[in-house]
Nanobody, 123 residues
Framework: QVQLVESGGGLVQAGDSLRLSCAAS????????MGWFRQAPGKERTFVAAVSWSAGSTRYADSVKGRFTISRDNAKNTVYLQMSSLKPEDTAVYYC????????????????WGQGTQVTVSS
């Protein structure tokens, strides 16, 4: 089992930046791609970004390209999501997830999930 705990969410204004963190514990973090998803009120959960184990490959949703950056520190078993130029439509619960697959976008390919952290962007 891999336990994932997100942190760093909060209430910010449009145009602000925020960095989310996801700390992994339990079974080894080794070899897992890590992803971020989000779920806005009344909507389905959607893919945001993913990073490979080596951090050599990343993938982003079109809606966040150029504004969000995913990274990881394997020594700390932590993955980050740096969010810049935030918009009200970025308001959602953000989830961290781990997958043995290579930077997948599909939710069903992720094996472990965190509980989520709320991000609210006011206009």
């Amino acid at each position: 089992q891999v336990q994932l705990v997100e942190s760093g969410g909060g209430l910010v204004q449009a145009g602000d930046s925020l960095r989310l963190s996801c700390a992994a514990s339990g079974r080894t973090f080794n070899g897992y791609s890590m992803g971020w998803f989000r779920q806005a009120p009344g909507k389905e959960r959607t893919f945001v970004a993913a990073v490979s184990w080596s951090a050599g490959s990343t993938r982003y949703a079109d809606s966040v390209k150029g504004r969000f950056t995913i990274s990881r520190d394997n020594a700390k078993n932590t993955v980050y999501l740096q969010m810049s130029s935030l918009k009200p439509e970025d308001t959602a619960v953000y989830y961290c997830a781990a997958s043995i697959q290579f930077v997948p976008q599909a939710e069903g390919l992720y094996n472990y999930w965190g509980q989520g952290t709320q991000v609210t962007v006011s206009s």
